[in-house]
């Protein structure tokens, strides 16, 4: 049975760190691609940071890029999202998603696996 959990979100202030992590059993890490999403209040789904299977080639989007950082560690089955410098925009559910393929996806119903999320929240 695969399963996907993610951990590591709280409150921070502006300008802080959090490192999100994602383990998963179940299924052999190093042969998924693995991409973090994220929904902030009364907005949909996006797509934030993605590692490939292939290289561990990493994706960023534009609104994270030079202050996420994505990593993986096979031999504990887990990927870390290293979140710096925080913004309130930044305020959302992450979401950890596997897809059984070397390319990275913006598309929801390309990823298999998901977890159940893990809040993050910009301290006012």
């Known amino acids: 049975q695969v399963q996907v959990v993610e951990s590591g979100g709280g409150l921070v202030q502006p300008g802080g760190s959090l490192r999100l992590s994602c383990a998963a059993s179940?299924?052999?890490?190093?042969?998924?691609?693995i991409e973090w999403f994220r929904q902030a209040p009364g907005k949909k789904r996006e797509g934030v940071s993605c590692i490939s299977s292939v290289d561990d080639y990493t994706y960023y989007a534009d609104s994270v890029k030079g202050r996420f950082t994505l990593s993986r560690d096979n031999a504990k089955r887990t990927v870390y999202l290293q979140m710096s410098s925080l913004r309130s925009e930044d305020t959302a559910v992450y979401y950890c998603a596997t897809r059984n393929d070397q390319d990275c996806s913006d598309s929801e119903g390309d990823y298999t696996y998901w977890g159940q999320g893990t809040r993050v929240t910009g301290a006012s």
């Open positions: 179940g299924l052999p890490l190093d042969a998924y691609t």
